[in-house]
C-alpha cells in the first residue's frame, strides 16, 4: 500500500505517525511546501516575545528525525500541484522540478492560510501575517534588525491577541485593532470585555469597532481607519483570521462544504473514495448543534489525522464533531470556552438559559487564590451543557477541561454538581468551581 499525505504539520505528520505505527509496510511519502515539517505553530508568537528563546525548540520533529524514528519519506520544498484522481496520481513541484507519485490513498492537511484582505496597500512590506516558521524569521528579523518602536496587530483572535502581547513584552508600543464590536469571538461580549480591560490595563491600545481602510508609506507605515482616525507605525502584523486551503482538492473535483472547506464523511472520507482530508482545511460538524463549520484548532487537526489513518489501514474510526475547546493566556488573565457561546445558541434557535459564577481557584484561607468567572449555558429542558466560558487567572484550564469532557459525555448541569473533583486548599475547595457552577444552574 501507498499512501501520499499533502502538509506535513499537525494533521499530516499525525496522519503519518499513526498510518506507521497500525503497519510496518506501508510506503508513506509526506509532501510539505514549506521546507518545516512538524513545527509548533501555537508556539510562534512566544518566540517573538522572547519566552520561547531557542528558534531549535520550535522544531518538534525534524525531517531527519521522522525518517529514522517512522521510515516516512519526507520531502519538503515540495508542493503538490494537482491531484489526477483517475489516474491516482499527484504532480509535485521541487525545486523547479515537477514529477508524479503514484498513489493508493491520498491525505490532504493542507491547513488554512490567513486571510489577507483586499485594502489598499496591503501589499507593503511591512505587514506580515504568522503562520509558520517563514513567516516567525521575517518577522523576528524585521523587529531586531530594525528596532522597531510601533506595532500595529490587526485582529482581536487568539493570533492577534498573542501577537499583541508578545510584542508588548519586548517592549514595542502595541496597538490592536478590532473591526467587531469586541475581541475573541469564542467569548461573548461580557466576558470578552473582561480581557479588554485587562490589555488596556497591560499598555495595549486597544481600538474595537473600526476597522483599517487604507495603509500608505512615508517614514513609517501610516493607517487610516473607517473612523478617520490614523495610526503610524513600524509593522503591521495581519490576524483577521484563517481560509482553509482548499484550491488543490477543487481543482481535483472534491466536494467543498457550503462553509468553503473541504467536505468529509465522519471517516474524515472526501467524496473520493481513495482521498481523505483533515485539519484546517475541512468542515467539521459541530458537536453542539450538528451544524457545519469551521474550527481551526490544533487538536481536532491532531485527532482527524489519526482517524483518516486507522480507516485507511481498516480500523473503522469515526469523528464525533468539534466543540471548539480553546484556551487563551492574555497576560496575566486565561480565557478558556468549549461548546457553543450565546451568540451561536441563539443563532441557531437553540433555547438556552444561562448562569454565571464567581469562585476562588482554591481555597480562599491558602494564599494565591483568584477568583474565576464561569458563564455556563444549558438546556431549560433538561440541564444538558451547551457551553461555557471561563475568565480567570489560576485553574481556568482544568475547569474548562472539566467542563469539556462533561459536554462530550453529554452530561447536564445535575451531573456537575455530582462531580467528585480533586481537593485539597492549594488546588481547590470542598466546593470546586464546576460544582458551583453546577449548583447555582441546577
Ligand atoms: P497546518 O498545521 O497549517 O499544516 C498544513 C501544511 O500543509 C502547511 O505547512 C502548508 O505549507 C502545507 N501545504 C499546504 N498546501 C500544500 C501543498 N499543495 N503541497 C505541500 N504542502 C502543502 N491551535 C490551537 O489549538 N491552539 C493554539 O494555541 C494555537 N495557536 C496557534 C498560533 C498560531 C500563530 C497559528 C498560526 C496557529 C495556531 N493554532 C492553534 C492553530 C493550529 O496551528 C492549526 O489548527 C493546526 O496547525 C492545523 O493543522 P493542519 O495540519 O490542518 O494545518
Known amino acids: 500500500k501507498k499512501v501520499l499525505i499533502i502538509g506535513g504539520v499537525a494533521g499530516g505528520a499525525s496522519a503519518a505517525a499513526r498510518l506507521r505505527r497500525l503497519d510496518e509496510d506501508i510506503e508513506i511519502i509526506m509532501f510539505e511546501r514549506g521546507g518545516y515539517i512538524s513545527f509548533a505553530n501555537c508556539g510562534l508568537p512566544y518566540y517573538i516575545g522572547g519566552t520561547i528563546n531557542e528558534r531549535q525548540k520550535l522544531l518538534v520533529q525534524t525531517e531527519e528525525g521522522m525518517e529514522k524514528r517512522f521510515n516516512i519519506d519526507v520531502r519538503t520544498h515540495s508542493e503538490v500541484t494537482n491531484i489526477f484522481t483517475d489516474t491516482k496520481e499527484v504532480e509535485v513541484v521541487s525545486n523547479g522540478k515537477t514529477y508524479k507519485e503514484k498513489y493508493d490513498y491520498l491525505i490532504l492537511s493542507p491547513g488554512a492560510a490567513p486571510f489577507v484582505p483586499s485594502i489598499e496597500g496591503v501589499s507593503l512590506d511591512q505587514i506580515y501575517t504568522l503562520r509558520n516558521m517563514e513567516d516567525v524569521d521575517r518577522i523576528k528579523e524585521h523587529v531586531t534588525k530594525n528596532k522597531i518602536n510601533k506595532a500595529v496587530v490587526i485582529g482581536g483572535g487568539y493570533v492577534g491577541i498573542e501577537m499583541a502581547e508578545n510584542l508588548k513584552h519586548i517592549g514595542i508600543d502595541t496597538t490592536l485593532v478590532e473591526a467587531a464590536e469586541q475581541v475573541m469571538g469564542p467569548l461573548d461580549f461580557e466576558m470578552a470585555k473582561m480581557i ?19 495603509f500608505e508609506k512615508g517614514n513609517t507605515l501610516e493607517l487610516t481607519l473607517k473612523s478617520g482616525k490614523k495610526l503610524n507605525t ?74 483518516a489513518a ?35 445558541l441563539k443563532t441557531q434557535g437553540i433555547p438556552y438559559v444561562k448562569s454565571y459564577t464567581q469562585s476562588g481557584s482554591h481555597a480562599g484561607y491558602y494564599p494565591g487564590a483568584f477568583q474565576m468567572t464561569i458563564k455556563l449555558l444549558f438546556s431549560p429542558e433538561d440541564g444538558k451543557i451547551l457551553g461555557a466560558q ?12 472539566v467542563i469539556a469532557t462533561a459536554i462530550r459525555a453529554g452530561m447536564t448541569v445535575y451531573d456537575l454538581e455530582e462531580l467528585e473533583l480533586a481537593y485539597a486548599p492549594p488546588y481547590s475547595s470542598a466546593k470546586d468551581p464546576v460544582n458551583i457552577a453546577g449548583f447555582t444552574a441546577a
Do not use: W
Not at 488596556?200 to 481602510?213: H, S, T
Open 234 to 307: 513600524d509593522i503591521v502584523i495581519m490576524a483577521i483570521g484563517v481560509r482553509p486551503e482548499i484550491n488543490l482538492a477543487k481543482k481535483a473535483g472534491l466536494e467543498i462544504g457550503e462553509r468553503g472547506g473541504i467536505k468529509v464523511d465522519s471517516n474524515m472520507k472526501t467524496s473520493d473514495p481513495y482521498i481523505y482530508a483533515v485539519g484546517d482545511a475541512i468542515e467539521v460538524e459541530d458537536f453542539i448543534n450538528g451544524v457545519n463549520t469551521l474550527i481551526p484548532l490544533a487538536g481536532p487537526a491532531n485527532k482527524q489525522g489519526r482517524i
Open 196 to 214: 479588554e480591560k485587562h490589555m488596556i490595563d497591560n499598555g495595549i491600545k486597544l481600538i474595537v469597532g473600526d476597522a483599517v481602510e487604507k
Open 390 to 401: 471561563i475568565v480567570g487567572r489560576d485553574g481556568v484550564d482544568k475547569r474548562i477541561d
Open 310 to 344: 486507522d480507516n485507511i489501514c481498516g480500523r473503522e474510526s469515526v469523528y464525533k464533531g468539534t466543540q471548539g475547546t480553546s484556551i487563551i493566556k492574555v497576560f496575566d488573565l486565561t480565557a478558556a470556552s468549549t461548546g457553543n457561546n450565546e451568540k451561536t
